[in-house]
């Protein structure tokens, strides 16, 4: 099956700890986002990133950091430097090549509650 | 920033009514997108209009887009209990560099 994988579906943190939340495509699509979403509220884009080893910062990087090793890979590490890091966190991919219109795929999500 | 913005913020309606949703958008867009999401779930696409389109359709969707008055509205008929969710418009804006901007969404509640 084509998709996005997210993992875990769930995950608890304590103050203080940083935790690294997993997204993994195989739709060979060349762009990856990582998006925040809190009760009610739309989704805030945190990174994208456009190609491999290379990313920029969306809307609310702050606390946020990422990498782009290969392709099919996007983890978000959330750290201690994130006052508020309690949401649902979504990623997303697309493929931006040859002329497409950036419709967006999704991944289930993480629900992220610190402690 | 918040580009697109939803109107209303929920709607509650009985099955096999038509549901209409709004939203509004400040700067020039490439295209923009309906997405829904159920309930603790990832977002799924469902249409996307292009700048230079007025009018789509896909199934029971109906999308339509004003770019003059920077507004579009989702139309769904027939609406079953299925289509309970939450509907986000989302903007490709002219420049944003392959970026997403979402709105806060609508949440529909369609009554059996």
């Known amino acids: 099956d084509g998709g996005i994988t997210q993992s875990p579906k769930y995950l608890f943190r304590k103050e203080g700890q940083n935790v690294t939340l997993s997204c993994e495509q195989n739709l060979n699509h060349d762009a990856m986002y990582w998006y925040r979403q809190d009760p009610g509220q739309g989704l805030r884009l945190i990174y994208y990133s456009q190609i491999v080893n290379d990313f920029q910062k969306g809307d609310i990087a702050e606390g946020y950091s990422v990498s782009r090793e290969k392709k099919e890979s996007f983890p978000l590490t959330v750290t201690s430097a994130q006052k508020n890091p309690t949401a649902f966190y979504l990623c997303?991919?697309?493929?931006?090549?040859?002329?497409?219109?950036?419709?967006?795929?999704f991944g289930p999500g993480t629900r992220l509650t610190v402690l | 920033s918040q580009q697109g913005e939803e109107d209303p913020q929920a709607l509650s309606i009985q099955e096999g009514e038509n549901a209409t949703m709004n939203c509004s958008y400040k700067t020039s867009i490439n295209n923009l997108q309906w997405y829904r999401q159920n309930s603790g779930r990832g977002l799924v696409h469902l249409i996307l209009?292009?700048?230079?389109?007025r009018e789509k359709h896909s199934g029971r969707l109906r999308v339509t887009l004003d770019t003059s008055k920077k507004s579009s509205s989702l139309l769904i008929t027939a609406s079953r209990a299925a289509d309970t969710a939450s509907y986000f418009c989302?903007?490709?804006?002219?420049?944003?560099?392959?970026?997403?901007?979402f709105g806060k969404g609508t949440l529909l509640t369609v009554n059996p």
């Open positions: 997303a991919s697309s493929n931006i090549a040859g002329g497409s219109y950036n419709e967006q795929f």
């Open positions: 989302a903007t490709d804006a002219r420049g944003s560099n392959y970026k997403l901007t």
């Open positions: 209009i292009r700048s230079n389109e």
